[in-house]
Protein backbone atom coordinates (compact mmCIF):
# COMPACT_ATOMS: atom_id res chain seq x y z
CA UNK A 1 0.00 0.00 0.00
CA UNK A 2 3.02 2.12 -0.93
CA UNK A 3 0.81 4.60 -2.88
CA UNK A 4 -2.14 4.53 -0.03
CA UNK A 5 0.62 6.04 2.64
CA UNK A 6 1.46 8.38 -0.19
CA UNK A 7 -1.75 9.55 -0.49
CA UNK A 8 -2.49 10.41 2.93
CA UNK A 9 1.24 12.30 3.72
CA UNK A 10 -0.31 14.42 1.29
CA UNK A 11 -4.09 15.18 1.76
CA UNK A 12 -3.79 14.97 5.51
CA UNK A 13 -0.41 16.56 7.19
CA UNK A 14 -0.53 19.37 4.92
CA UNK A 15 -2.55 21.65 6.91
CA UNK A 16 -0.93 24.89 6.67
CA UNK A 17 -2.48 24.63 3.13
CA UNK A 18 -5.82 24.17 3.39
CA UNK A 19 -7.20 23.83 7.44
CA UNK A 20 -10.57 22.16 5.93
CA UNK A 21 -8.50 19.62 3.71
CA UNK A 22 -10.14 16.61 5.46
CA UNK A 23 -13.36 17.88 5.61
CA UNK A 24 -13.25 18.31 1.47
CA UNK A 25 -15.64 16.14 -0.98
CA UNK A 26 -12.15 16.68 -2.99
CA UNK A 27 -10.01 15.28 -0.73
CA UNK A 28 -12.52 12.27 0.42
CA UNK A 29 -13.06 11.55 -3.44
CA UNK A 30 -9.41 11.57 -4.01
CA UNK A 31 -8.70 8.66 -0.99
CA UNK A 32 -11.63 7.02 -2.58
CA UNK A 33 -9.93 6.72 -5.86
CA UNK A 34 -6.41 5.58 -4.51
CA UNK A 35 -7.91 3.25 -2.05
CA UNK A 36 -10.13 1.63 -4.76
CA UNK A 37 -6.48 1.31 -7.02
CA UNK A 38 -4.62 0.14 -3.85
CA UNK A 39 -7.07 -2.33 -3.01
CA UNK A 40 -7.10 -3.99 -6.01
CA UNK A 41 -3.73 -4.21 -6.43
CA UNK A 42 -3.16 -6.34 -3.86
CA UNK A 43 -5.00 -8.96 -4.91
CA UNK A 44 -2.18 -9.75 -7.62
CA UNK A 45 1.34 -8.76 -7.02
CA UNK A 46 1.76 -9.46 -11.25
CA UNK A 47 -0.86 -6.42 -12.03
CA UNK A 48 -0.03 -4.44 -8.81
CA UNK A 49 2.08 -1.59 -10.07
CA UNK A 50 -0.33 -0.64 -13.04
CA UNK A 51 -3.12 -0.56 -10.86
CA UNK A 52 -0.55 1.44 -8.43
CA UNK A 53 -0.25 3.74 -11.21
CA UNK A 54 -3.92 3.85 -12.58
CA UNK A 55 -4.47 4.96 -8.89
CA UNK A 56 -2.41 8.06 -8.58
CA UNK A 57 -4.03 8.88 -12.37
CA UNK A 58 -6.77 8.78 -10.71
CA UNK A 59 -5.94 11.08 -7.70
CA UNK A 60 -4.50 13.73 -10.34
CA UNK A 61 -7.99 13.60 -12.13
CA UNK A 62 -9.95 14.07 -9.60
CA UNK A 63 -8.55 17.55 -8.50
CA UNK A 64 -7.94 18.38 -12.50
CA UNK A 65 -12.05 18.14 -13.12
CA UNK A 66 -12.14 20.52 -10.04
CA UNK A 67 -9.40 22.81 -11.29
CA UNK A 68 -7.05 22.45 -8.72
CA UNK A 69 -3.98 21.58 -11.18
CA UNK A 70 -1.43 22.69 -8.79
CA UNK A 71 -2.79 19.75 -6.27
CA UNK A 72 -3.37 17.37 -9.27
CA UNK A 73 0.84 17.56 -10.00
CA UNK A 74 2.54 15.73 -7.41
CA UNK A 75 -0.06 13.04 -8.08
CA UNK A 76 0.67 12.60 -11.95
CA UNK A 77 4.57 13.16 -11.62
CA UNK A 78 4.34 10.21 -8.51
CA UNK A 79 2.41 8.32 -10.80
CA UNK A 80 5.37 8.71 -14.23
CA UNK A 81 8.23 7.63 -11.52
CA UNK A 82 6.44 4.96 -9.88
CA UNK A 83 5.86 3.91 -13.93
CA UNK A 84 9.90 4.23 -14.74
CA UNK A 85 10.75 2.35 -11.60
CA UNK A 86 8.92 -1.16 -11.59
CA UNK A 87 7.70 -3.85 -14.47
CA UNK A 88 4.92 -2.37 -16.03
CA UNK A 89 2.85 -2.78 -18.91
CA UNK A 90 3.52 -0.19 -22.19
CA UNK A 91 0.53 0.78 -22.30
CA UNK A 92 0.69 2.12 -18.50
CA UNK A 93 3.84 3.89 -18.73
CA UNK A 94 2.54 6.00 -21.69
CA UNK A 95 -0.80 6.95 -20.03
CA UNK A 96 1.15 7.74 -17.33
CA UNK A 97 3.58 9.94 -19.09
CA UNK A 98 0.34 11.32 -21.15
CA UNK A 99 -1.41 12.15 -18.13
CA UNK A 100 1.79 14.69 -16.85
CA UNK A 101 1.87 16.28 -19.91
CA UNK A 102 -1.68 17.10 -20.22
CA UNK A 103 -0.88 18.93 -16.18
CA UNK A 104 2.21 20.58 -17.53
CA UNK A 105 -0.54 21.65 -19.86
CA UNK A 106 -2.78 22.88 -17.90
CA UNK A 107 0.15 24.51 -15.86
CA UNK A 108 1.20 26.49 -18.99
CA UNK A 109 4.60 24.50 -18.82
CA UNK A 110 4.01 23.61 -23.07
CA UNK A 111 7.73 22.60 -23.42
CA UNK A 112 7.58 20.08 -20.90
CA UNK A 113 4.05 19.21 -21.81
CA UNK A 114 5.10 18.33 -25.36
CA UNK A 115 8.22 16.08 -24.77
CA UNK A 116 6.30 14.05 -22.38
CA UNK A 117 3.31 13.76 -24.50
CA UNK A 118 5.16 12.84 -27.78
CA UNK A 119 7.32 10.15 -25.85
CA UNK A 120 3.83 8.78 -24.36
CA UNK A 121 2.61 8.91 -28.17
CA UNK A 122 4.99 6.99 -29.45
CA UNK A 123 5.00 3.97 -26.84
CA UNK A 124 1.25 4.48 -27.02
CA UNK A 125 1.53 3.77 -30.86
CA UNK A 126 3.27 0.31 -30.51
CA UNK A 127 1.27 -0.70 -27.68
CA UNK A 128 -1.62 -0.19 -29.52
CA UNK A 129 -1.96 1.08 -33.13
CA UNK A 130 -1.74 4.32 -35.54
CA UNK A 131 -5.80 4.54 -35.98
CA UNK A 132 -6.81 3.20 -32.35
CA UNK A 133 -8.82 5.63 -30.98
CA UNK A 134 -6.48 5.65 -27.67
CA UNK A 135 -4.07 7.21 -30.16
CA UNK A 136 -6.75 9.88 -31.02
CA UNK A 137 -7.01 10.72 -27.65
CA UNK A 138 -3.58 11.55 -27.40
CA UNK A 139 -3.45 13.72 -30.67
CA UNK A 140 -6.19 15.72 -29.08
CA UNK A 141 -3.83 16.43 -25.89
CA UNK A 142 -0.66 16.88 -28.05
CA UNK A 143 -2.79 19.38 -30.27
CA UNK A 144 -3.88 21.41 -27.39
CA UNK A 145 -0.33 21.53 -26.00
CA UNK A 146 0.45 22.80 -29.64
CA UNK A 147 -2.36 25.47 -29.44
CA UNK A 148 -0.50 27.21 -26.23
CA UNK A 149 2.45 26.82 -27.95
CA UNK A 150 0.70 29.23 -30.92
CA UNK A 151 1.22 26.22 -33.40
CA UNK A 152 -2.43 26.56 -34.53
CA UNK A 153 -1.31 24.69 -38.10
CA UNK A 154 -0.12 21.56 -36.16
CA UNK A 155 -2.35 22.05 -33.90
CA UNK A 156 -5.04 21.38 -36.47
CA UNK A 157 -3.76 19.00 -38.27
CA UNK A 158 -3.09 16.40 -35.19
CA UNK A 159 -7.26 17.52 -34.39
CA UNK A 160 -8.01 16.74 -37.78
CA UNK A 161 -6.25 13.27 -37.85
CA UNK A 162 -7.74 12.55 -34.25
CA UNK A 163 -11.14 13.00 -35.84
CA UNK A 164 -10.58 11.18 -38.65
CA UNK A 165 -9.19 7.92 -36.46
CA UNK A 166 -12.53 8.12 -34.34
CA UNK A 167 -14.54 8.55 -37.99
CA UNK A 168 -12.85 5.40 -38.81
CA UNK A 169 -13.89 3.63 -35.37
CA UNK A 170 -17.68 4.94 -34.73
CA UNK A 171 -20.26 6.82 -36.69
CA UNK A 172 -19.53 10.46 -37.73
CA UNK A 173 -22.91 12.09 -35.32
CA UNK A 174 -21.62 9.49 -32.42
CA UNK A 175 -20.77 11.98 -29.14
CA UNK A 176 -17.64 10.52 -28.54
CA UNK A 177 -16.27 12.33 -31.56
CA UNK A 178 -17.86 15.68 -30.47
CA UNK A 179 -15.40 16.70 -28.18
CA UNK A 180 -12.77 16.36 -30.98
CA UNK A 181 -15.16 18.74 -32.90
CA UNK A 182 -15.41 21.43 -29.86
CA UNK A 183 -11.46 21.17 -29.39
CA UNK A 184 -11.33 22.01 -33.25
CA UNK A 185 -13.54 24.58 -32.69
CA UNK A 186 -11.85 26.25 -29.93
CA UNK A 187 -8.91 26.29 -32.35
CA UNK A 188 -10.85 27.93 -35.20
CA UNK A 189 -12.28 30.12 -33.12
CA UNK A 190 -8.77 31.66 -31.95
CA UNK A 191 -7.24 31.58 -35.14
CA UNK A 192 -10.26 34.31 -35.84
CA UNK A 193 -12.51 31.39 -38.31
CA UNK A 194 -15.80 32.24 -36.61
CA UNK A 195 -17.78 30.59 -39.19
CA UNK A 196 -15.88 27.63 -39.51
CA UNK A 197 -15.45 27.15 -35.80
CA UNK A 198 -19.39 27.84 -35.30
CA UNK A 199 -20.26 25.07 -37.40
CA UNK A 200 -18.32 22.67 -35.22
CA UNK A 201 -19.55 23.85 -32.62
CA UNK A 202 -23.23 23.37 -33.56
CA UNK A 203 -22.45 20.01 -34.72
CA UNK A 204 -20.92 18.96 -31.60
CA UNK A 205 -24.07 20.34 -29.90
CA UNK A 206 -26.43 18.04 -31.46
CA UNK A 207 -24.70 15.23 -30.36
CA UNK A 208 -23.83 15.92 -27.18
CA UNK A 209 -27.92 17.14 -26.39
CA UNK A 210 -28.94 13.71 -27.66
CA UNK A 211 -26.25 11.63 -25.31
CA UNK A 212 -26.63 13.75 -22.40
CA UNK A 213 -28.96 16.57 -22.57
CA UNK A 214 -28.95 20.20 -21.52
CA UNK A 215 -28.62 20.00 -17.85
CA UNK A 216 -25.27 18.06 -17.98
CA UNK A 217 -22.42 20.17 -16.98
CA UNK A 218 -20.80 19.19 -20.69
CA UNK A 219 -23.31 20.32 -22.40
CA UNK A 220 -23.25 23.47 -20.65
CA UNK A 221 -19.51 23.92 -20.82
CA UNK A 222 -20.13 23.55 -25.10
CA UNK A 223 -23.04 25.99 -24.87
CA UNK A 224 -20.38 28.62 -22.88
CA UNK A 225 -17.73 28.35 -25.42
CA UNK A 226 -20.38 28.86 -28.35
CA UNK A 227 -21.51 31.87 -25.65
CA UNK A 228 -17.99 33.10 -25.83
CA UNK A 229 -18.15 33.15 -29.64
CA UNK A 230 -21.18 35.07 -29.87
CA UNK A 231 -20.41 37.45 -27.69
CA UNK A 232 -16.40 37.78 -29.35
CA UNK A 233 -18.87 38.87 -32.74
CA UNK A 234 -21.36 41.02 -31.12
CA UNK A 235 -23.75 38.61 -31.44
CA UNK A 236 -25.07 39.70 -27.77
CA UNK A 237 -29.05 38.74 -28.25
CA UNK A 238 -27.90 35.43 -29.12
CA UNK A 239 -25.25 34.86 -26.60
CA UNK A 240 -26.97 35.90 -23.18
CA UNK A 241 -29.49 33.05 -23.12
CA UNK A 242 -26.73 30.41 -24.01
CA UNK A 243 -24.24 31.97 -21.09
CA UNK A 244 -27.33 31.82 -18.96
CA UNK A 245 -28.07 28.18 -19.70
CA UNK A 246 -24.09 27.49 -18.83
CA UNK A 247 -24.06 29.72 -15.81
CA UNK A 248 -27.46 27.67 -14.15
CA UNK A 249 -25.99 24.47 -14.80
CA UNK A 250 -22.53 25.63 -13.45
CA UNK A 251 -24.31 27.32 -10.38
CA UNK A 252 -25.99 24.01 -9.42
CA UNK A 253 -22.71 21.93 -9.67
CA UNK A 254 -19.89 23.89 -8.60
CA UNK A 255 -22.26 26.45 -6.18
CA UNK A 256 -22.48 30.28 -6.75
CA UNK A 257 -19.01 31.35 -6.27
CA UNK A 258 -16.68 28.84 -7.54
CA UNK A 259 -13.89 29.57 -9.44
CA UNK A 260 -14.54 27.41 -12.06
CA UNK A 261 -17.68 29.61 -13.36
CA UNK A 262 -15.14 32.74 -13.82
CA UNK A 263 -15.01 32.40 -17.70
CA UNK A 264 -18.97 32.37 -17.94
CA UNK A 265 -18.65 35.42 -15.91
CA UNK A 266 -16.28 37.31 -18.35
CA UNK A 267 -18.53 36.40 -21.05
CA UNK A 268 -21.68 37.76 -19.43
CA UNK A 269 -19.22 41.03 -18.63
CA UNK A 270 -18.38 41.09 -22.16
CA UNK A 271 -22.19 41.20 -23.44
CA UNK A 272 -23.13 43.72 -20.55
CA UNK A 273 -20.57 46.07 -21.70
CA UNK A 274 -21.80 45.30 -25.41
CA UNK A 275 -25.38 46.48 -23.83
CA UNK A 276 -23.79 49.33 -22.59
CA UNK A 277 -24.20 47.80 -18.86
CA UNK A 278 -20.61 49.32 -17.76
CA UNK A 279 -21.21 49.16 -14.12
CA UNK A 280 -22.72 45.37 -13.99
CA UNK A 281 -19.57 44.54 -16.56
CA UNK A 282 -17.20 45.90 -13.85
CA UNK A 283 -18.84 44.48 -11.35
CA UNK A 284 -18.13 41.13 -12.89
CA UNK A 285 -14.76 41.91 -13.56
CA UNK A 286 -14.50 42.62 -9.93
CA UNK A 287 -16.17 39.38 -8.77
CA UNK A 288 -13.94 37.14 -10.76
CA UNK A 289 -10.66 38.48 -9.97
CA UNK A 290 -11.90 38.53 -5.79
CA UNK A 291 -13.14 34.68 -6.44
CA UNK A 292 -9.43 33.47 -7.87
CA UNK A 293 -7.65 35.23 -5.63
CA UNK A 294 -9.87 33.87 -2.65
CA UNK A 295 -9.03 30.33 -4.46
CA UNK A 296 -5.23 30.41 -5.60
CA UNK A 297 -3.84 33.78 -4.43
CA UNK A 298 -3.00 37.37 -5.56
CA UNK A 299 -0.66 36.63 -8.21
CA UNK A 300 -1.82 33.36 -9.84
CA UNK A 301 -1.46 32.85 -13.49
CA UNK A 302 -5.17 32.36 -13.90
CA UNK A 303 -5.72 36.22 -13.29
CA UNK A 304 -4.25 36.87 -16.17
CA UNK A 305 -7.18 36.21 -18.55
CA UNK A 306 -9.49 38.61 -16.35
CA UNK A 307 -7.10 41.48 -16.08
CA UNK A 308 -6.32 41.20 -19.90
CA UNK A 309 -10.23 41.47 -19.57
CA UNK A 310 -10.12 44.55 -17.80
CA UNK A 311 -7.81 46.43 -19.46
CA UNK A 312 -9.56 45.93 -22.89
CA UNK A 313 -12.67 46.90 -20.88
CA UNK A 314 -11.52 50.43 -19.33
CA UNK A 315 -9.63 51.04 -22.74
CA UNK A 316 -13.33 50.69 -24.29
CA UNK A 317 -14.58 52.87 -21.73
CA UNK A 318 -11.68 55.89 -21.69
CA UNK A 319 -10.16 54.63 -18.39
CA UNK A 320 -6.73 54.85 -19.86
CA UNK A 321 -4.98 55.18 -16.31
CA UNK A 322 -6.98 52.16 -14.72
CA UNK A 323 -6.20 50.52 -18.16
CA UNK A 324 -2.42 50.69 -17.75
CA UNK A 325 -2.90 49.67 -14.00
CA UNK A 326 -3.88 46.01 -15.05
CA UNK A 327 -1.76 45.80 -17.59
CA UNK A 328 1.11 46.25 -15.55
CA UNK A 329 -0.33 43.64 -13.36
CA UNK A 330 -1.01 41.33 -15.82
CA UNK A 331 2.37 41.98 -17.34
CA UNK A 332 3.81 41.02 -13.55
CA UNK A 333 2.16 37.67 -13.17
CA UNK A 334 2.82 37.04 -16.57
CA UNK A 335 6.93 37.14 -16.29
CA UNK A 336 6.51 35.94 -12.23
CA UNK A 337 4.91 32.82 -13.78
CA UNK A 338 7.79 32.28 -16.85
CA UNK A 339 10.26 32.36 -13.85
CA UNK A 340 8.28 30.19 -11.23
CA UNK A 341 7.89 27.92 -14.51
CA UNK A 342 11.79 28.19 -15.56
CA UNK A 343 12.68 27.12 -12.41
CA UNK A 344 10.36 24.57 -11.76
CA UNK A 345 11.57 23.56 -15.25
CA UNK A 346 15.37 23.10 -14.02
CA UNK A 347 14.51 21.43 -10.89
CA UNK A 348 12.51 18.62 -12.66
CA UNK A 349 15.86 18.19 -14.55
Not at 263 to 288: C, F, P, V
Amino acid sequence: MVTAAILFRYVFQKKKRSKNRWKSPIALLAVLALLIGTTVAADNSNIRSDRSCRALRRMSGVYVCYGMIDEALPFAKQALDLAKKTDISKAELSACLINLASVYKDLKRFDEAQKLCEEGLEIQRKAYSESHPYTAYTLRVLSSIYQGQGKYPNARALLERAIAIMSENHPADEQVIAPFKVDLAQLLAAQGSDKEAETYYLEALRSINASYGPEHLYTAEVVGSLARLYASQGRYDEAEPLVNQTLAVQQRIYGPESHQIVRTWLTIARIDQGNGNYKQAELMHSRALKTLKKAFGPEHHSLIEVLEAQHQFYLATSQPKRAADVEKKAADIREKTQTELALMAKADL
